[in-house]
């Protein structure tokens, strides 16, 4: 993502853009990528070259991934589709569960060619041992319920690739009982394939954790070359021990657990061979690790969309 100004779920949309007019633009884009994503609804030897295994999932994706959530606009996402972008992360939390209502527009008669990754966001007061009261038991299985029911209503979808629990910080979380089971039971009935958490801070004993229990299929981790980042709309700042985090993700994708990067473009530009430093490099030094399987990147407008499309030039040799 290549944007430095503050922005919110509550802001207007970008100006809409035709999806002619949008892939006009983006013909001056790197060719042998374009050449090599053109083919986004599945068929032929190009449509899944750069291609990556997420973990254990059985899904494979591409490595640099749409991220959705801040825009309502229909064009930029079928244009992100007919770039190649088959990995698609939203929320129900984004835009009041319109981001996910948008995205259904879009996907509809396209549903087999895209990985979904959608998330629950839970409104609990406790934390700790108060979560194991039943009444919050209770609290946490019927938010869960009616967040997946009414995401699957908005995606237009039978079911979701894999499902979230967004914006954990604590284990006690993680690992509930109640959390565990629904995911288990939405996986065993076919609603959701894979499921996982996100963590924006404090996400190193939640790794841990899930190295140990190897409960959760997949983690949505921030990772950049900076190892922090300063979040574009609260400003909230967080740095981690990046070599320490680099061996657990390493671990991880020993083990099978699937690894999606966010932050991925929040430590600032990135500098290789003695370049200028850049937004595409940052995020080609992300997609080059092998513990990184693909990553949401968000995209608000067409500029955007286009560094990061630049980024996967070296997907085809090119620079």
């Known amino acids: 993502?290549?944007?430095?100004?503050?922005?919110?779920?509550?802001?207007?949309?970008?100006?809409?853009?035709?999806?002619s007019d949008f892939l006009k633009t983006a013909a001056g884009l790197t060719a042998g990528f374009l050449t090599a994503a053109r083919g986004w609804s599945g068929s032929g030897e190009n449509a899944i070259r750069g291609k990556r295994s997420l973990g254990g999932t059985g899904l494979r994706a591409m490595p640099l991934g749409y991220g959705a959530t801040r825009t309502l606009e229909p064009a930029l996402a079928a244009a992100a589709l007919d770039n190649g972008l088959d990995f698609i992360d939203t929320g129900r939390r984004y835009f009041n569960g319109k981001n996910e209502e948008m995205l259904g527009r879009v996907l509809e008669g396209h549903r087999n060619e895209v990985i979904i990754q959608s998330k629950i966001s839970l409104r609990l007061r406790e934390t700790?041992?108060?979560?194991?009261?039943?009444?919050?038991?209770?609290?946490i299985y019927k938010q869960m319920q009616i967040s997946l029911d009414e995401s699957l209503k908005?995606?237009?979808?039978?079911?979701?690739?894999?499902?979230?629990?967004?914006?954990?910080?604590?284990?006690?979380?993680?690992?509930?009982?109640?959390?565990?089971?629904?995911?288990?039971?939405?996986?065993?009935?076919?609603?959701?394939?894979?499921?996982?958490?996100s963590s924006h801070?404090?996400?190193?004993?939640?790794?841990?954790?899930?190295?140990?229990?190897r409960c959760y299929d997949t983690m949505m981790i921030p990772y950049n070359h900076r190892g922090g980042y300063i979040h574009s709309q609260s400003h909230y700042a967080y740095d981690w021990d990046q070599p320490l985090l680099e061996s657990l993700l390493a671990n991880a994708h020993q083990i099978g657990i699937g690894i999606v990067a966010?932050?991925?473009?929040?430590g600032g530009p990135f500098s290789e061979s003695?370049?200028?430093?850049?937004?595409?490099?940052?995020?080609?030094?992300?997609?080059?690790?092998?513990?990184i399987h693909?990553?949401?990147?968000?995209?608000?407008?067409?500029?955007?969309?286009q560094h990061n499309l630049h980024a996967l030039a070296w997907l085809e040799g090119e620079s």
């Not at 993502?1 to 999806?19: F, G």
């Not at 801070?201 to 229990?213: G, Q, S």
């Not at 490099?281 to 513990?291: M, Q, S, T, W």
């Open 201 to 213: 801070r404090d996400f190193i004993p939640l790794i841990e954790w899930n190295l140990v229990h």
């Open 128 to 139: 700790g041992d108060a979560l194991k009261d039943a009444g919050v038991a209770e609290n």
């Open 154 to 197: 908005a995606l237009r979808t039978d079911w979701i690739d894999i499902l979230l629990l967004h914006n954990v910080s604590d284990v006690s979380l993680l690992s509930h009982e109640t959390v565990v089971e629904f995911f288990r039971e939405a996986k065993k009935a076919g609603r959701i394939r894979a499921f996982g958490f």
């Open 274 to 291: 003695g370049n200028a430093p850049s937004y595409a490099a940052a995020l080609r030094r992300v997609i080059d690790r092998p513990f």
């Open 294 to 305: 693909t990553t949401a990147v968000a995209m608000a407008n067409e500029n955007e969309m």
């Open 1 to 19: 993502m290549v944007n430095n100004k503050k922005s919110t779920n509550k802001e207007k949309p970008v100006k809409s853009i035709s999806r």
């Open 262 to 266: 966010m932050k991925t473009c929040s």
